[in-house]
């Protein structure tokens, strides 16, 4: 006969599914600074009694919890769902907490109040146990108002002398209630397991313009500082470079990624170290680590991030090499492991051996690199392919850095399987490159656009929507021509929070090393170019990056809405932030003019009938547009896209 | 200055999302007995490198895990989903764990393939990595026909004297491959952070075939005995009692729930308790505990399960009032409350106080009562009403029944909020109740339907469709006269696996005790009446019920595929296990003939043709049916319903 299990004490109230939770609290849900932070959740119990619910919630060292009250959201169907939203005042870690109890008190006046509005009985003995939640309240309330209020509904209720209806509106007074809620006890209270996490990310991490540059395509890093007064003009947050530091010499490629370079021929920057220095240095072409203070700093002045590159691997010239050879794969005859994916090989590259029992100080080296470029005034990197690297890696890593500096902001350059980069979301990385390139028509726009901005991933994934890179010319910016840039630096910049464009986009840089292929011809990779910010689609670049600023609705993500337009051809949503909407309509079509109608829903809740004004004309046209059918026409002979903003009334 | 917190070694492998989950594992997933149980999850893993996974399972008590290897099953689209299969041999708990490891012999021979299959190169080092893979495994491997593979490997390898082809052919051969993974060691291998648990049931917790009758209307315990053939012959497998135990006479309810009853009014068998005894008790004149003994023994013959009803809820004269009148509520003024939720109120009824400082000597008292019917051989308990009383009662009592006899089945019978019902489910129910009788249109059946087929409380909420309660006489039974009757019938017994009819429904009982109320006139919950089973849908409950047996697709929810009829008064659905395929058409308009036409859709994977029999006429037409459309015709004047079965070619 199995023994009985002596029955423990536990809350009668469950709460369950709260929203944002990560992998059931395994990873931070994230948010910015100045954020609004929405929490909810089921709260159940057993019986009709009812309820209240608080969301705690502290920053990480703060000693003291603060509380916000939560309240039923759906209760007029018949739900269990509670909410509380507070703001994220402070940058770094926070939790929360739920806690809820029985409202002993409210449940008593709840049934009370039925039984007074039902057919007529004696409720002596109600009203004596509303008595006794009051005398025992009133010795916990601590506000002497309250208490007084208290006090004086008790003198009632013990009065004998006046009515049974005077006793009832004393007990249901709702100044009386309020009272009672300030009771501190909170009978049978429930809380979470344990708190929840959230990251409070500056808010770069969420909103920002970016544009990628090589250095050595503008005169090295001093060239760059020149050009900042030009980008911080266009409007643009972030510069990213690709690698600065010293290029490898042996096994160098050349041109359009030739097995072998000439003389003349710089190298792969992303075929990091020479005899000048590793990961730590900056190629002697460029300037040096002061120049990169200068740069970094000037930038700052402009409000401009500078980014660098992170990429682990070396070329055959890394001084790790020979200074750490455990940390590198040797075969059996003791021959170095180039990095390869047969059949293709990157006969430049040698990546580091993750298993080698020298590990940590492996790990300890790549966090002080990491350090001593914060250290230079870099608060943003660009992560060259964080998914070939360990997660508990990155993880470690992340965590590190933001030990010290919490404003750095790593963006994960990986295109890979859907689960590997929500992995490397969920585990630190601020934000992420995405499949936005490969979706060029309406329907694949707007699916994956709205599994990042309404599925669970938007907790922790943050998409920045680059139109081009340096390996990714899409075939639709091969053949469209410039109303396909056009088409593309209006999707990314009015779609995605984040955006971003590498030089030559301007430019309708469209020629791929051969048919088929998304390598550029002559790519920048493996040779230096003569640029300046001239190109003739940097109008427009400032224009967008302009009502980007401007425009609150286009700093999120969550609020779009794809809208009907009766054509393929079309696409068009609304993204509305308070009393901010603006209404993007783009011709998908480079070649040929498409019309249709866009259809406004209720749920927009915009007037019947209002006016939009477009932003992409100097002198922007008026319309009068309306719930339901609204006639549009794009042709790429004169204007590829509207941006409408929703003029209030 | 922070300090820098070490690097942990940490496997790169990470196992997520793992199917089947209920609330991260805070509670068991439910199958039963003979079950195929499929466990998936994504596995994920930075780099390019092949995987291998396993389940592991055990039963509750089995010291040695077994193992089943999981396969990656959507390789194909770019996926990281790995599944596995194994069958549940026992009843009770089980727990599975996953594990999955980096396939290193495996990656090696995948690139060795992809180098030998490109541009002709130098493999030599590459050669020489896998002969020391192959020595190292060498080691390990136990099996000694294996371990001969793997030598007979590693002397072609080492043999200078063979072709290069020759080395290849050695190190590719599938043969080679098999005997490598069976080396023991898994290196980089990961778990999840804990088991997850499944707790297996007897098949009568997802299959079974309910009838509900008042003993007091058959004559009392042994009039119930003497129709246990019957019941037998009508195919069902659970004869559910109302409380047999004695009942109060104070405020004792007359007929149609009259404040008082007259001197032979045999009150609410749910008014339990008199000075013959409470819960523990059987009612006199119902007969004795051997009756009931000999009842359970006499129906398990016949494979029937005797189950009684579970109501936590007291008469005036129950015994517990004045034996622990510790365990009532009462007011200041000493009055003990009655069960009311205002303006309804239950006057025949005290409910015990969850809150009392006696509450451990309270459960253990209602876990007594229950092993006390345990013993008398009743093994399946419908739970009154279980939503008012506390959720963590439930989970321990229900756990210390299983302690005891592991076949037990409890039944919720709580009509209330769906998370309730759901978390009732979560905490231990082995089936529910639900809104069946208030889904009556073609959408809100098979919204209903496919939500509990395929969300996720189809791991854990198993529903239970009685077409009518003593409680529930919905209006379209009231309104649709017998066509109604058969129509329900059809749909309960049919989309359900488990489903159950209150006596009654057999003679088309439908008079309601007002307009507008769900209450049946002169209900049998306040008198007695002489009822025998002889009611005219007995022949079609029985066919229903032999069908059920028959056909193993009748007995899974979680294969249902709703039909398209092109027309909403027609609601037609297969259902599909092994090669046993049920298509079901019903006239859901008791009143008209409806004719629509009924579309096979591919995925259903029938033939283009197929032969479907109709298996509720006594000579079963024969049609040819076709993937597409098939026209269909159902008048309630001649038959209400189709059960087809496909015919095997």
């Given at each position: 006969m199995p023994v009985t299990n002596q029955p423990q004490a536990q809350p009668r109230i469950r709460i369950?599914?709260?929203?944002?939770?990560?992998?059931?609290?395994?990873?931070?849900?994230?948010?910015?600074?100045?954020?609004?932070?929405?929490?909810?959740?089921?709260?159940?119990?057993?019986?009709?009694?009812?309820?209240?619910?608080?969301?705690?919630?502290?920053?990480?060292?703060?000693?003291?919890?603060?509380?916000?009250?939560?309240?039923?959201?759906?209760?007029?169907?018949?739900?269990?769902?509670?909410?509380?939203?507070?703001?994220?005042?402070?940058?770094?870690?926070?939790?929360?907490?739920?806690?809820?109890?029985?409202?002993?008190?409210?449940?008593?006046?709840?049934?009370?109040?039925?039984?007074?509005?039902?057919?007529?009985?004696?409720?002596?003995?109600?009203?004596?146990?509303?008595?006794?939640?009051?005398?025992?309240?009133?010795?916990?309330?601590?506000?002497?108002?309250?208490?007084?209020?208290?006090?004086?509904?008790?003198?009632?209720?013990?009065?004998?002398?006046?009515?049974?209806?005077?006793?009832?509106?004393?007990?249901?007074?709702?100044?009386?209630?309020?009272?009672?809620?300030?009771?501190?006890?909170?009978?049978?209270?429930?809380?979470?397991?344990?708190?929840?996490r959230i990251e409070a990310d500056r808010v770069l991490a969420r909103f920002g313009s970016w544009y990628e540059l090589f250095p050595r395509s503008f005169g090295g890093l001093a060239g760059v500082e020149r050009v900042l007064p030009e980008l911080s003009t266009l409007g643009f947050d972030v510069l990213y470079l690709p690698p600065i530091h010293p290029i490898g010499v042996k096994n160098r490629k050349g041109p359009n990624n030739a097995l072998t370079a000439g003389p003349g021929d710089p190298g792969s920057p992303w075929a990091i170290g020479s005899p000048d220095g590793g990961h730590d240095a900056v190629h002697p072409e460029l300037g040096t680590i002061d120049d990169l203070r200068r740069l970094t700093a000037r930038a700052r002045e402009l409000g401009i991030d500078v980014a660098l590159d992170?990429?682990?691997?070396?070329?055959?010239?890394?001084?790790?090499?020979?200074?750490?050879?455990?940390?590198?794969?040797?075969?059996?005859?003791?021959?170095?492991?180039?990095?390869?994916?047969?059949?293709?090989?990157?006969?430049?590259?040698?990546?580091?051996?993750?298993?080698?029992?020298?590990?940590?100080?492996?790990?300890?080296?790549?966090?002080?690199?990491?350090?001593?470029?914060?250290?230079?005034?870099?608060?943003?990197?660009?992560?060259?392919?964080?998914?070939t690297k360990p997660f508990p890696f990155w993880e470690w890593l992340i965590a590190e850095v933001h030990n010290v500096d919490r404003d750095v902001i790593f963006l994960a350059e990986a295109f890979t399987k859907r689960e590997i980069m929500r992995e490397l979301a969920r585990i630190g990385f601020t934000q992420s490159y995405t499949y936005f390139t490969w979706k060029n028509s309406r329907w694949e726009l707007s699916e994956y656009v709205s599994e990042?901005?309404?599925?669970?991933?938007?907790?922790?994934?943050?998409?920045?929507?680059?139109?081009?890179?340096?390996?990714?010319?899409?075939?639709?910016?091969?053949?469209?021509?410039?109303?396909?840039?056009?088409?593309?630096?209006?999707?990314?910049?009015?779609?995605?929070?984040?955006?971003?464009?590498?030089?030559?986009?301007?430019?309708?840089?469209?020629?791929?090393?051969?048919?088929?292929?998304?390598?550029?011809?002559?790519?920048?990779?493996?040779?230096?170019?003569?640029?300046?910010?001239?190109?003739?689609?940097?109008?427009?670049?400032?224009?967008?990056?302009?009502?980007?600023?401007d425009n609150p609705a286009l700093q999120q993500l969550s609020n779009v809405t794809f809208l009907e337009t009766h054509n393929e051809g079309l696409i068009a949503y609304a993204k509305r932030e308070g009393s901010n909407t603006v209404i993007v309509v783009v011709n998908i079509d480079p070649h040929n003019a498409q019309e249709g109608s866009v259809l406004i829903p209720a749920q927009l809740n915009l007037p019947p009938v209002f006016r939009v004004r477009d932003q992409l004309q100097l002198v922007g046209a008026a319309y009068d547009w309306r719930m339901g059918h609204n006639y549009v026409r794009l042709d790429p002979q004169s204007q590829q896209a509207h941006v409408f903003v929703v003029e209030s009334a």
């Open positions: 369950a599914h709260v929203s944002p939770t990560v992998e059931d609290g395994r990873y931070p849900a994230k948010r910015c600074v100045g954020d609004q932070m929405t929490v909810s959740a089921d709260v159940l119990r057993d019986g009709h009694d009812m309820l209240r619910a608080v969301v705690r919630y502290r920053a990480a060292g703060e000693p003291d919890w603060r509380e916000v009250p939560m309240r039923q959201v759906d209760a007029q169907v018949g739900g269990v769902r509670w909410e509380a939203s507070f703001a994220l005042e402070r940058i770094g870690s926070h939790e929360f907490d739920i806690e809820a109890w029985t409202d002993v008190f409210g449940t008593w006046r709840d049934e009370l109040r039925r039984k007074v509005e039902g057919p007529q009985a004696d409720l002596t003995g109600e009203l004596g146990e509303g008595e006794l939640l009051l005398e025992q309240a009133a010795k916990r309330v601590t506000d002497s108002e309250q208490r007084g209020q208290i006090h004086s509904a008790l003198r009632t209720l013990r009065d004998g002398a006046v009515s049974r209806q005077a006793h009832y509106a004393a007990a249901l007074d709702p100044v009386l209630l309020r009272a009672m809620h300030a009771d501190p006890e909170r009978p049978g209270a429930a809380r979470l397991p344990r708190p929840l992170f990429a682990i691997q070396c070329s055959a010239d890394h001084p790790w090499l020979t200074e750490h050879p455990e940390w590198f794969h040797r075969r059996p005859d003791g021959t170095l492991k180039y990095a390869e994916n047969p059949p293709k090989r990157y006969q430049d590259i040698y990546n580091v051996n993750w298993e080698t029992p020298s590990w940590r100080e492996l790990w300890l080296e790549l966090r002080r690199i990491v350090l001593h470029w914060v250290d230079c005034g870099v608060k943003v990197f660009r992560v060259d392919n964080p998914h990042l901005a309404y599925s669970e991933e938007s907790d922790y994934f943050r998409p920045n929507f680059f139109a081009n890179t340096p390996d990714i010319l899409h075939e639709y910016l091969q053949h469209g021509g410039p109303p396909a840039f056009v088409t593309r630096l209006v999707l990314a910049s009015t779609l995605s929070p984040s955006y971003g464009i590498y030089s030559g986009y301007e430019w309708f840089e469209n020629v791929p090393v051969r048919a088929g292929s998304e390598e550029y011809v002559d790519s920048e990779k493996y040779e230096a170019k003569a640029r300046k910010l001239d190109g003739p689609l940097l109008g427009l670049v400032r224009r967008l990056n302009e009502l980007r600023r």
